[in-house]
């Protein structure tokens, strides 16, 4: 899981793939930081963090998606 902490130091991410249907179906992928992590003061328990994965793949890690993720060592 990705903490507050972490979403605001660290550049690389990895996700475990979970669709069975997906021929590397339980493989880590790795992501990495594409920008400046999001933060709020009226909601300080609240980031969002851009990532990109592959080419063209663009998405964010948020508070909500945070437990799928883990800092990539």
């Known amino acids: 899981m990705v903490t507050k902490e972490q979403a605001l130091?660290?550049?690389?991410?990895?996700?475990?793939?979970?669709?069975?249907?997906?021929?590397?179906y339980g493989e880590y992928r790795s992501c990495r930081r594409?920008?400046?992590?999001?933060?709020?003061k009226t909601r300080p328990d609240e980031f969002?963090?851009?990532?990109k994965y592959g080419l063209y793949e663009y998405f964010y890690i948020?508070?909500?998606?945070a437990e799928q993720f883990e800092v990539e060592v």
């Not at 948020?62 to 998606?65: D, G, Q």
């Open 9 to 24: 130091t660290e550049n690389r991410f990895k996700f475990k793939i979970s669709n069975p249907c997906h021929k590397s």
């Open 62 to 65: 948020t508070h909500e998606n």
């Open 34 to 40: 594409n920008g400046k992590t999001k933060t709020w």
């Open 48 to 51: 969002k963090v851009p990532v």
